[in-house]
């Protein structure tokens, strides 16, 4: 196969460390170009290449990444956050090479909760009870108030007493579910089939997944409403569900992230591979390899990147630089 070149987006944060180890481990040969916003990070060791970029929704930020793509002759990006999904799909046009995302309405619709759930209920797609603030009534026993973009399970407010403080603009409410947590990534081939899907348990501290078990217990109601959506909604590539199952074995989905998650770097290891099938796709023009999931259980560690000899992170750009994982 000709060697490519593929840009991961947001390689500070483990959704890009985890693209990027993928893109390794499918074997295909690939030179991985990184961005992040910061100058050093602990994702910088394991790219070709690296560049700092502006926040996405900055001015210059398709400037910059107009750019690099030329410099570095890219033939894919593949975002890792949901702003740079957002504004690189609908620049992709003016790139010059191919964005792993969905058509940017439907990504704007998934940036954002409110629009989300506004989304689903038009065709009848699962998705929990919401609110604008100003138009909460307080039928709920329990409810939360949490960002309607982005931010990873951060800003969080459970049962305030004062929704006044809280901008239409800024915040949604929506009612606090129990139960069981579950994470379920799926990806939509370029013919608009569900490819296919798998559903984890999970445990979080911080917003990011600590520990997952994979759960086939949820698979056929899954089914139903992953093929309910992709009818509906023209989601392309890889998508996650993020649900509580409550105790009457209902599904109650609260968050979509339209584009590759947190748990890649795991659940490639459980058959799920959606940066495998993300470059068969669009690199490469190959049908995805079929999805067949294993049971497994992951916890994850914090592990050190050693560069020894070095005085200071400047110019520790890239894997040029020697060093080791302890």
Same mark, same amino acid.
């Given at each position: 196969m000709e060697k490519k070149n593929v840009l991961v987006t947001g390689i500070g944060g483990n959704v890009g460390q985890g693209i990027v180890r993928n893109v390794r481990k499918t074997g295909f040969e690939v030179r991985v170009v990184g961005t992040n916003i910061s100058n050093f990070s602990a994702g910088n060791h394991l790219c070709d290449g690296f560049y700092k970029v502006p926040y996405a929704y900055e001015s210059n930020f398709i400037a910059e990444m107009k750019e690099i793509v030329a410099k570095e002759r890219i033939h894919l990006i593949i975002p890792? $956050?949901? +702003? %740079?999904? +957002? +504004?690189? =799909?609908?620049h992709r046009d003016e790139l010059g090479c191919e964005v792993a995302a969905s058509i940017s309405t439907v990504a704007e619709a998934y940036l954002?909760? /409110?629009? $989300?759930a506004k989304l689903h209920s038009q065709f009848d797609v699962p998705f929990a009870a919401t609110f604008l603030p100003s138009a909460y009534d307080h039928r709920f026993k329990e409810f939360i108030v949490k960002p309607r973009k982005g931010r990873g399970s951060r800003g969080l407010f459970f049962? !305030?007493?004062?929704? =006044?403080k809280f901008s239409d603009e800024e915040y949604i409410v929506q009612e606090l579910y129990k139960g069981e947590e579950v994470t379920t990534a799926f990806y939509v081939d370029a013919g608009n089939h569900l490819h296919g899907h798998i559903t984890m348990s999970r445990s979080l501290e911080n917003g990011t997944t600590t520990y997952c078990a994979v759960t086939r217990t949820y698979d056929a109601q899954f089914q139903e409403l992953l093929t309910n959506l992709v009818a509906h909604i023209p989601i392309k590539g890889a998508a996650n569900i993020q649900s509580m199952i409550t105790d009457k074995g209902e599904i109650v989905p609260f968050e979509v992230n339209c584009r590759i998650s947190g748990t890649n770097s795991i659940r490639s290891n459980f058959g799920f591979e959606d940066v495998r099938y993300t470059l068969e796709e669009l690199l490469y023009g190959q049908k995805p390899t079929p999805v067949q999931i294993t049971d497994g259980v992951a916890v994850r560690i914090l592990m050190d990147v050693i560069y020894p000899g070095q005085t200071g =992170? %400047?110019?520790?750009?890239?894997?040029? *630089? !020697? #060093? #080791? *994982? /302890?």
């Open positions: 890792s $956050t949901d +702003y %740079e999904v +957002y +504004y690189l =799909s609908a954002d909760k /409110y629009l $989300t049962n !305030p007493t004062d929704l =006044s =992170s %400047e110019g520790l750009a890239d894997n040029q *630089i !020697p #060093f #080791f *994982i /302890y």
